[in-house]
């Protein structure tokens, strides 16, 4: 694609456009260095600091980055999708998505994950989850003083099974949401419906279904693990 004058309206919406344009069709390539800010107002036809404002935004997209010194410039930054797990991140910190949203996409997201880990899952990747079910087992007679511990080796499993499904779509998603939800469980210590033996007698079952191939075990447990966690906090939140 190649750059043209800008538009006088939102001029610097239409500078990032095109250059996001530019970026997303080839014409400029991870590693690039987009041209100078001279060469761009001669383009664009945009003053310099309406450009370094262009050029801001593209950077909190994670689009470019902006280096200085003798070798500065605007280079276009390697796609990855820290950018969406940092926003889900802060999304979840912030109670800006409810609980039960959440567990409601959990449980449609992650039964389809359970599938396709039965369908990938090794011998070694199967000793590894029951070693982390195993590791489980000293929190169960802490009480509360043993839900922390628990609810950290937790997302060892979950990230281990993210692993196993080898799908870079449930590791930008999944991961984030398991490694900001232990907010609401720590507030779940003292209530008898989540005692930790209830969660280690729900990973024994859906660990030997992906041992065993039992798609359907894995898929109802996980989603029964699911629910019991959400009916507490939401009846919890309601109390409040």
């Known amino acids: ?5 800008a538009q006088k309206e939102s001029l610097v919406q239409n500078i990032v456009a095109q250059i ?3 970026i997303f069709d080839g014409t400029y ?11 761009l107002h001669d383009i664009l036809g945009a003053s310099q600091g309406t450009l370094r404002e262009a050029f801001r935004i593209l950077a909190q997209k994670g689009l470019i980055e902006v280096k200085l010194g003798s070798k ?5 930054k390697e796609s990855n999708s820290k950018p969406v797990a940092e926003g889900l991140a802060l999304l979840i910190r912030q109670g800006k998505i409810s609980y039960e ?4 996409f959990r449980k449609v997201v992650e039964a389809g994950l359970m599938r396709l880990v039965i369908q990938k899952a090794t011998q070694k990747d199967v000793e590894k989850l029951e070693g982390l079910l195993q590791k489980l087992k000293p929190c169960l007679n802490k009480g509360s003083d043993g839900w922390s511990d628990f609810l950290n080796i937790e997302v060892q499993i979950r990230k281990q099974l993210i692993r196993i499904s080898e799908n870079s779509m449930y590791e930008a998603v999944l991961i984030p949401i398991h490694e900001n939800i232990i907010t609401y469980g720590r507030k779940l210590a003292k209530d008898k419906e989540t005692r930790p033996d209830k969660a280690f007698h729900d990973w024994s079952q859906i660990i030997e279904a992906v041992s065993s191939g039992d798609v359907d075990t894995a898929v109802s447990v996980t989603k029964r693990h699911i629910d019991r966690y959400v009916k507490v906090i939401s009846a919890q939140m309601a109390a409040k």
Not at 29 to 39: I, V
Not at 72 to 76: R, S, W
């Open 20 to 22: 996001e344009e530019a």
């Open 72 to 76: 500065g410039g605007a280079y276009v």
């Open 1 to 5: 694609m190649l750059l043209k004058k």
């Open 101 to 104: 949203d959440l567990a409601e």
């Open 29 to 39: 390539k991870a590693g690039d260095k987009l041209p100078s800010l001279s060469r």
